[in-house]
């Protein structure tokens, strides 16, 4: 009897051992896959109202607001790499207009590989126009395959 109970505990750990191995890769996996997604939005505030948002960005052309619960919250830009966003905010800066930078993790895997091509192209520019253009394109990116999904 002792020998068939641990024939049957060796079975046991066994089985315990594979499937913790299993489910330690699978949280591994997911972990790095939020890892990959991290991104950075350039937001120009909090406002309590949609008409205190929509006077704060009266004189900006590219923006979007997002509303959560009872608050609105507007970004001017979204870049994979703090330096674009940095890079981005500047030219912000210039025109006085503050923004903060702030890391996000963004779980469109469609949208960020769009992302990834748009900061590629935001690496080279240089001028104030095609890093605005840039912009432009990435954030009406971001509408159409995140918001509006």
Known sequence: MTRKFLIWLGIAILVGLISGNLLYKQYEKEQNINEDYNSYLLQLGIFNTKEEALSKVANITDYM???????Y???LGISTKKDNAKKVASVFLDEDID???????INNV????NLEQF?????SASTKEDIMSINEVILSSYEEMVLDN
Do not use: A, P, R
């Open 110 to 113: 469609e949208f960020m590989s």
């Open 119 to 123: 900061d590629i192209l935001l690496d």
């Open 65 to 71: 607001m997002i509303q959560q619960g009872n608050k």
């Open 73 to 75: 919250y507007v970004y």
């Open 99 to 105: 923004v903060s930078i702030k890391k996000t993790v």
